[in-house]
């Protein structure tokens, strides 16, 4: 039998029966009934998504971003998180790893990737086309 996802002590990936699930975390809301994830513009060069790799550091960027009402951390495995990409993100084209706060990522450099490497990453299988 298959058990639900569990979470295991702290530090640990959550398990799904046997086997450990990789856990990101997203900033969203609900509105109207529909799921909206945060989407940022550093430099205000192109829009991304910021994703991290804990619930505390995405917890400290929501806090110290300003981005009104409604706005959660919410846990998303990987297969959740390439679904998002590939269909409501669509339009954007990259990812903010564990973006530290916006007016750092006005100044100094992004850790990124283009939403292809991401989800190579996620779905753990090498691009097949090289990325320019």
């Avoid at 993100?89 to 973006?99: E, F, H, Y």
């Avoid at 530290?100 to 989800?119: G, I, Q």
Wanted: hydrophobic fraction near 45%.
């Amino acid at each position: 039998m298959v058990r639900a996802v569990e979470a295991t002590s702290v530090g640990k990936a959550p398990t799904f029966g046997e086997h450990s699930v990789a856990v990101w975390y997203l900033i969203s809301r609900c509105e109207n009934n529909r799921m909206d994830v945060l989407t940022i513009f550093p430099r205000d060069d192109e829009e991304m998504v910021p994703v991290f790799g804990t619930q505390r550091m995405a917890a400290d960027f929501l806090r110290d971003g300003g981005f009104g009402p409604g706005w959660r951390v919410r846990e998303s495995t990987a297969g959740e998180l390439i679904s998002l990409l590939l269909s409501l993100l669509s339009d954007v084209n990259s990812v903010a790893l564990d973006p530290p706060d916006l007016a750092s990522m006005e100044s100094a450099p992004v850790n990124r990737a283009t939403k292809r490497e991401f989800v190579a990453v996620l779905m753990g299988r090498p691009l097949l086309v090289p990325v320019r």
